[in-house]
């Protein structure tokens, strides 16, 4: 979801320098775009960051099988690269 933010931000900050010639006075349109572009830069960044990095889960299943023999452990482990 980050990845899309970051190119909507981008998109729009583009827009608001290059595409729209509007001028108002309270507000430079040009630098608010700049800063949008800026953002979505940094957010897809951080977007690509989190998706590649290396993921793993540990889930432990126990299940009794007899009380007198003992109890079996069962162990799964996830491991995905993002890579």
């Known amino acids: 979801m980050s990845i899309g933010l970051g190119i909507f931000l981008f998109v729009v900050g583009?827009?608001?320098?290059?595409?729209?010639?509007?001028s108002v006075t309270?507000?430079?349109?040009?630098f608010v775009g700049y800063i949008m572009m800026g953002a979505g830069a940094i957010i897809f960044v951080i977007g690509l960051i989190y998706m590649f990095r290396k993921h793993s889960t540990v889930s432990t299943v126990r299940t009794i099988a007899d009380?007198?023999?003992?109890?079996?452990?069962?162990?799964?482990?996830n491991s995905v690269d993002g890579l």
Request: proline letters at 4%.
């Open 67 to 77: 009380p007198a023999n003992g109890q079996q452990v069962t162990r799964k482990e």
């Open 26 to 30: 309270w507000i430079d349109l040009d």
């Open 14 to 22: 583009a827009v608001l320098v290059w595409a729209l010639n509007v």
